[in-house]
């Protein structure tokens, strides 16, 4: 079944709200049927303008019909509605487009055409619900979500009552209506529109419709006995809706009579994605919507986006750059005017707050600067977007906060102010290149490494930056001549190791972070193991002896099987520079320096295993670094503290200290590990093992060999996992693990 529609008129220019009067168009003339009935439908004028039709050259010029439709019903009670009268159903036979419909049963009831007359339309409700007639008193089913229609209202959503002696029945509206206007800067589709009463008034369900018997307006109510029904849906889904840059796009939503006199909200989603809202809680009036009214609300009103910023923890921490990130919702017409990173030195913020001092109004360029370079991942629910920060200040604490400008330049701040501390330079031309420290510049005081005591007798080492390298790629040799041109180097990050990156296999020319026992790459002691190259890969413990013999360390006899031995490019670059592998046991387990590090050092804070995480949220790219582990996969390891360890007042201290723990018991963000780098902390990622040609466990156990043999078959190594970290012995010279190296403390 089809409800009364609206004669379309050409779009032209929107006039002011200025009001017109509705054209009385009365259709097809003459008297009422024999055996049916001539239905007229009310077009009065007043009020805010058209009652009917919301076409904008029609508002300006009065032309404002409703018509009827091909196959409308209506339904008619003769003998005034009383106990005991007929109630039939008549169809339109004739008038489809105009105001006069001639409606038969398509049977003859000459016994039914017994005055007065009372009738409804429409019979049933868009949803196919019934709606009812009973003497005098309609009852209308209103929908909670109405269908869009082109510059009109939802069919089947104006019911409609009569009554009358005769054959002519005099329809009159029951309900009025709202209708605005939208434009867009961009074209973007609508999907719903969502009207919300600011009163607890009912705007939908049961509508019960008093039918005057002589001549007056009918009087509804309708039921509130949930206040959910303040709020009316407007389903544009299935209309392909498309706001236009130029030319407004009209939605209209009817509304029973007297409501929204305390004011209302209009919301437009696409999708999930709120594109406008605007609200109206003014004093309206007690009869803001008249019966049979269609107001219109506005004739200029823009989509606004309505932006959410989340600022998100930085990543690709240097000595002097940064990746600072933020996400940002409700953007519907590709991306935000403007959006960013602001970014301050702690220092500089002083005693405010963050957020006080990271606005748009105190970017200078100098203290408080601001970054809009970037990806944007546009036309989503939520993107993402990355803002290089320049230029920074080597081992600073810095805030960094996202924003974004909506279309109409407003400006949305991410609640969240992220402290990040820039890494220290690890490459001073100095005796201490490449170990961990608190550099500030050259003859400081505080230019000192970071200590950790190894054993009872107070024996102190400095850890290297980063876990031990061979960038065998660099090579251009053979096994022969051991791969002239590669080299030893420091991981970058502390965090970075190589995984399964070919190490599994005999390849000369392939990076690797993970040796067997002894594979310094040094030959020139006599005797020499069988399997010295940082390459070797043959499954046979005996291979791998230092010295050629079993019962030897790694720094025994000359120190030269100590991978520690070795020039290192970003450790001072010189052969036996004091680089060495901590001891695995010296006169019985207690006195082992990794043992000793780990359970038995007097400082407040000894170790934490953690979970890493090099991104703020999933959907950005990280730029890998020499095999860091992709963005999004969490970096599992066990942090050490150093012994004068001091908790930076930024970082919350961790859940589980100084005892074995999942490792996602701590979480850690890399803006918060930079923190506790600029502290001291050693970071010793999970960089699995290699048992014969196979990577092992990468990511969820950390091997890191010792210099300590154990028997004829093993050596002694830290094994961490989640929820577990000790000392391990007996594991095959000829496994590859990785190496932490330390130097002697001055």
């Known amino acids: 079944m089809k409800t009364n529609t609206l004669r379309l008129m050409t779009f032209g220019a929107i006039a002011t709200l200025a009001l017109a009067s509705c054209n009385k168009n009365n259709g097809t003339e003459g008297d009422a049927p024999e055996n049916g009935f001539r239905a007229i439908i009310e077009q009065t004028d007043g009020g805010d303008g058209s009652r009917t039709y919301i076409d904008p050259q029609s508002w300006a010029n009065g032309t404002t019909d409703l018509l009827w439709t091909t196959n409308d019903f209506i339904k ?52 196919g619900t019934a709606n009812t007639l009973s003497g005098t008193t309609a009852t209308f089913n209103l929908p909670a979500t109405q269908t869009y229609k082109e510059n009109s209202f939802a069919e089947k959503s104006m019911p409609m009552v009569a009554y009358s002696s005769d054959q002519t029945l005099p329809f009159k509206n029951v309900l009025g209506g709202i209708c605005f206007p ?74 029973p009579p007297g409501s929204l006199a305390n004011g209302f909200t209009l919301q437009a989603y696409s999708g999930s994605t709120k594109v406008f809202e605007k609200s109206n809680n003014n004093n309206l009036g007690a009869d803001f919507i008249p019966r049979s009214v269609i107001r219109k609300v506005s004739n200029d009103l823009s989509v606004t986006e309505t932006l959410t910023v989340t600022t998100i923890s930085p990543t690709s921490i240097t000595t002097t750059s940064a990746k600072g990130l933020g996400a940002v919702s409700g953007m519907l017409m590709g991306t935000p005017s403007e959006y960013g990173i602001l970014y301050a030195k702690a220092s500089y913020i002083g005693s405010n707050t963050p957020a006080e001092v990271l606005t748009y109004a105190n970017v200078d360029g100098t203290n408080v600067i601001k970054c809009t370079s970037g990806a944007f991942t546009a036309g989503t629910d939520i993107a993402n977007y990355e803002a290089d920060m320049t230029g920074l200040d080597v081992n600073t604490v810095y805030y960094v906060r996202a924003y974004a400008k909506n279309n109409i330049g407003t400006l949305t701040y991410g609640d969240d102010c992220i402290p990040f501390a820039t890494r220290r330079d690890y490459f001073a031309n100095d005796s201490h290149q490449g170990v961990m420290r608190n550099r500030t510049a050259d003859g400081d005081a505080n230019n000192n490494p970071y200590e950790f005591t190894v054993t009872a007798d107070g024996k102190k080492v400095y850890f290297s ?62 005797p020499i193991a069988i399997c010295w190259q940082p390459w070797s890969t043959i499954p046979v413990a005996q291979y791998y002896y230092p010295y050629g013999a079993a019962n030897t360390n790694l720094n025994s006899n000359s120190g030269k099987a100590d991978w520690g031995y070795n020039a290192i490019s970003n450790g001072g670059n010189t052969l036996n520079s004091g680089w060495c592998t901590l001891q695995g046991s010296t006169n019985g387990g207690n006195t082992a320096e990794w043992n000793y590090l780990f359970n038995v050092r007097n400082c407040g804070f000894r170790y934490a295993q953690v979970q890493l995480t090099l991104k703020g949220t999933s959907g950005m790219s990280y730029t890998t670094v020499n095999g860091v582990p992709a963005c999004g996969t969490p970096i599992n390891g066990v942090i050490v503290f150093p012994d004068n360890f001091t908790w930076p007042t930024l970082v919350n201290i961790l859940t589980t200290l100084n005892a074995q723990s999942p490792w996602s018991t701590n979480k850690l963000t890399e803006a918060q590990w930079s923190l506790l780098e600029q502290a001291g902390a050693i970071f010793l990622p999970a960089a699995g093992y290699r048992y014969l040609y196979m990577i092992c466990e990468a990511g969820f156990m950390g091997h890191y060999w010792s210099s300590t043999y154990w028997n004829q078959f093993g050596a002694y190594y830290l094994r961490s996992e989640s929820n577990w970290i000790a000392m391990g012995y007996g594991s095959g010279l000829e496994c590859g693990l990785t190496v932490r190296l330390v130097c002697p403390a001055e």
Not at 111 to 124: G, Q, S
Not at 229 to 248: A, E, F, Q, R, Y
Not at 490 to 518: C, H, L, M, T, V
Request: hydrophobic content about 30%.
């Open 465 to 526: 930056m980063g876990n031990l390298q061979y960038i065998g790629s660099a090579g251009s040799g053979s096994a022969d001549d051991n791969n002239a041109g590669a080299y030893w180097k420091f991981a970058d990050y502390q965090f970075e190791y190589f995984g399964d990156n070919g190490q599994g296999s005999d390849a000369i020319k392939q990076d690797r972070d993970i040796f067997g026992w002894g594979t310094s790459g040094i030959n020139d002691y006599t």
């Open 76 to 127: 008619v009670a003769n003998n005034g509605g009383a106990s005991g009268c007929q109630t039939l159903t008549y169809q339109l036979t004739d008038g489809a487009g105009t105001t006069n419909g001639i409606f038969y049963t398509g049977e003859e009831h000459e016994t039914f055409f017994t005055p007065d007359y009372v009738a409804i339309y429409p019979i049933e409700n868009e949803a």
């Open 182 to 255: 939208i434009v867009c800067a961009s074209p973007v589709q609508v999907t719903s529109v969502v009207l919300t009463s600011a009163a607890n008034e009912a705007l939908w369900g049961t509508c019960t419709t008093t039918i005057s018997t002589s001549g007056g307006d009918p009087t509804s109510q309708v039921t509130n006995s949930d206040a959910a029904k303040n709020v009316i849906t407007l389903d544009c889904s299935g209309s392909n809706v498309t706001l236009d840059p130029d030319d407004p796009t009209y939605f209209c939503i009817m509304v």
